[in-house]
């Protein structure tokens, strides 16, 4: 059984948790662990790149603008949260889980 996204939403915003591993050979998402979404990224965790490499991945990935997406929390912890505007959950799923 597949492990599912645990998408929260809350005044039109939509939380979307996320475990990052920076330094990877490069960046994809790997699949969904403990209900967050798990992205390695090729940038190292120096001066928030791997942060904003993420966040370019998402916004690519979600084919939205990445004014959209918002790094809510966890921004020096490999356990994020990201708040993406101007989507509804069943696309936002559809889009990084399939």
Known sequence: MAEELVVGE?????????????RASRTRVLGVKQ?????????????GAANL??????????????????LVAGSSSKHKRIAVQ?????????RLVG
């Open 10 to 22: 809350k005044d039109g915003v939509l939380y979307v948790p996320v475990r990052v591993k920076p």
């Open 35 to 47: 209900g967050a979404l798990e992205v390695a990224v090729a940038a190292p965790p120096v001066d």
């Open 53 to 70: 490499a993420l966040l370019k991945e998402l916004a690519r990935l979600l084919g939205v603008a990445r004014a959209q997406l918002t």
């Open 86 to 94: 101007g989507m509804t959950l069943d696309r936002c799923r559809e």
